[in-house]
């Protein structure tokens, strides 16, 4: 059986955001220093070191980064980065949808629940949210063929767990909780919007305000 530290390094390899939400052992063995320095210089030898994004504290998330870029690490960065962007339209337009059915000012953060019985009577009796879920729905990256809200957000959310933005606690509930991957996505929306300069969060909330009217 491995040890925690082994555990922890295996996830990080496989590619997991390791946040308290997924896994709050690995994630609170991560947050002591000694522990952090040890998984780090082991990740040394494979040319990877342990990467973080959020606040810090009860809001970090850690998962793998390269230490030094070849061509074989762009390369592998390069495909990483063109499936987030191939996904970013509908899960954006997801996050707007959620932050406005559920009336919040912030969008979702690790460890935000998300009760889906209460969002689909909301988006029900909404028909400009119905609207946003039908497309949303379609994009490739959910795939849905489905006429109604209830079919369309259960492969939503489904597929959402799938990529690992979304966990469900207790499969005998309806209630969701965000990951730390979310807080990532925003890192790749920034970085876009800064090196781009395209402006994004000022686009989707002008996009958001005209779905509404």
Known sequence: MLSIKGQVIERLLQGAFICRTTDEDGWRFLTIPGNRDEVDNYLGQLNRQVATVGAGGQGEVFFCGYRQLGDAER???????????????????????????????????????????ALQTVIEDTPAFREQLARISHYRLFGSNSPTVDNQLKLVFRRL???????????EKQIYLATGKLDYLYEVIRFIDEAEGLSLEAQAEVASQGQLL
């Open 161 to 171: 767990c799938e990529l690992g933005y979304l966990i469900r606690p207790n499969p």
């Open 75 to 117: 390369k592998v960065i390069g495909q990483q980065f063109r499936d987030i962007c191939q996904a970013l339209t509908p899960l954006a337009e997801w996050l707007v949808l959620v932050q406005e059915a559920a009336a919040q000012d912030a969008p979702l953060t690790e460890g935000t629940p998300v009760r889906l019985n």
